[in-house]
């Protein structure tokens, strides 16, 4: 392909199981279409309150709805979700500013390859959007890291740079960059596109991204087109 | 095809731009999938009410983005939505009521054939969400109604039914059907596939809505393939 890779830009936060989906679809699509996809570990908590927003889960039936519609884009997207048994305490009460601040931390001393910062927010994932496990504790940020492949010398190097300032103003900085995009929530998604930035909210915009970059969109398993079938 | 068509009911009010695209893809895939759509005019307000929803205008950042994302749909789905100068008037100060006991009327006595309900809601859409002309006053109906193809005699005769009671009650009892599906908002989409209600909210789950009625999705235009490229 001889045009340049356009710039994809994913911000998300371990705690949005949306943000989930559209991390492994474009984990997916990076390897189909002419992208160069960068990780923005973000905090949700910051988005919501800067721009004013609510999460659906105050709201009922959206917060029923969401239970049925996650399960049915787990199956159809074919990533293992499964909603903790307390949502509300897992993803607001207990939040995930340490977490993101320790995926903030893998991502910046890893700004070569994305490899370690993909499967640790993976890890992290699974922990609370499948086992329904703990991300609040250093102990859960060794268990993420080890099974993501670090060495425990790497894992502890992370934890505590995580707690550093330059970290924490590093996560507060990708916020705000979010804010500034004029997000109110996970994942926002921005393409750079001609110089101009389109951002996309959710994990329901790939056919239009797609149309809006110039790829084709073949449904969230493009490297494997029969598992739809 | 040998197996029974699969009952989709789109729930819609005409002040909902996210409607007019599900109602506009729906009447391209009737003929496309082995579905017997039926339209069900409703009313968001009560909706919004009853579930205790907050429409997305009221976080700045969600209305900024609902214009981008609305213009960039409009486009990839072809359907001309042209936002009004004055939304927040247009869509919650002037409000729906009176156009859908309007569309109820004409739903009602045509039960035997879509034709009617589809053009009339068409037109209504058409000026709120296209030309940005009042949907509140009679005389709009009027209008809507004659460029719809009803006679003038069969336009007033559904503006004096429009005011009955029974017509109140019907569409008091359709919005009262979206809450009982524990809807939140519109578009809302019911697919009842084997004795089961699968509820679907939004204009962007189409590709999983034909996944699980057994259908494939083209894209937003099933029946010019080529429009897509």
Known sequence: MSSPRKVVELFYDVVSPYSWLAFEVLCRYRNVWNIDLKFKP??????????????????????YYMN????????????????????????????????MRFVTAVAEKNKEGDGP??????????????????????????????????????????????????????????TQEVLD????????????????????FGSDRFELMAHCIGEKWVGPQPLKPTAKM
């Not at 995009?181 to 996309?200: D, L, S």
Request: with cysteine; proline share 8%; net charge positive.
């Open 117 to 174: 910062v993909e499967r640790v927010s993976r890890e992290l994932w699974k922990r609370i959007w499948s086992t329904d496990q703990d991300i609040t504790q250093p102990a859960s940020f060794i268990e993420a890291g080890l099974k993501a492949g670090l060495s425990a010398n790497e894992v502890e190097e992370f934890l505590t740079l995580a707690k550093s300032q330059p970290m924490k103003d590093k996560l507060k900085s990708a």
């Open 68 to 99: 049925t519609d996650l399960k049915r884009l787990s199956e159809y997207f074919v990533v293992p979700l499964n909603p903790p048994l307390n949502p509300v305490e897992a993803m607001f009460e207990k939040g995930s500013l340490n977490a």
């Open 42 to 63: 973000a905090f949700l908590g910051g988005v919501m309150q800067g721009s004013g927003n609510r999460p659906p889960g105050m709201i009922p039936n959206k917060f």
């Open 181 to 200: 995009y004029r997000g109110f929530g996970f994942p926002c998604i921005v393409c750079h596109v001609n110089g101009k930035a389109e951002v996309f």
